[in-house]
């Protein structure tokens, strides 16, 4: 096991009566301006991260069963987040409260070491997204997407791929068929 997964575990095991919300679909987590105060073990269901501009919105991450999902600058700084995070099916969450997550993070020195190795895990993917993004060729992207989440398709609606993919469902959808 990874050590970032140790770690989340560590925070699961010892969080046992954690609160657990159940969100419907088209829920929020979190709306753009207000604060982060926890990170999100989904235990069923999908999410997404997006954020929106005057244009358009602009899915920018997805979340289903075994991820961690957080507006993570607004976590990290607690500024207002600029981001939403929807439910787009029935979705279990456990929630882990940012000071706990600190509790358990700094009661040794293992500990540490493994959320460090958390935030790294999230820096790397965060990473990737801006590598898929710069990725002219929208067969490229979705191959690079698919190598490191092949179920996605199962997870998530088209459209919202599509977007994730800053391409039209259209598009999507002839790439996969060719």
């Known amino acids: 096991m990874k050590p ?10 010892d969080i046992s009566s954690a609160e657990v919300k ?7 987590i979190i709306r753009e301006g207000q604060v982060e105060q926890a990170l999100y073990f989904i235990t069923a269901g999908a999410v997404r991260v997006f954020h929106v501009t005057e244009f358009e919105e602009q899915t920018i991450r997805f979340g289903y069963e075994g991820s961690i999902i957080t507006s993570l600058s607004s976590f990290v700084t607690g500024k207002p987040s600029e981001l939403f995070i929807e439910a787009l099916r029935k979705t279990e969450l456990r929630i882990i409260p940012k000071q706990h997550l600190y509790e ?6 293992e500990n540490l070491g493994q959320y460090i190795k958390l935030l790294e895990s999230l820096v790397v993917q965060q990473m990737e997204r801006e590598i898929d993004l710069l990725t002219e060729s929208p ?17 998530i609606p088209l459209k919202y791929i599509a977007s994730y993919l800053r391409m039209t469902p259209e598009t999507l959808s002839r790439i996969r068929n060719s």
Request: proline share 2%.
């Open 4 to 13: 970032e997964e140790l770690f989340i575990k560590k925070l699961l095991d």
């Open 22 to 28: 159940i969100l419907s679909k088209g829920e929020y």
């Open 104 to 109: 358990i993070a700094n009661a040794s020195a």
């Open 139 to 155: 067969t490229k992207r979705l191959q690079r997407v698919l190598t490191r989440s092949p179920n996605l398709f199962q997870e």
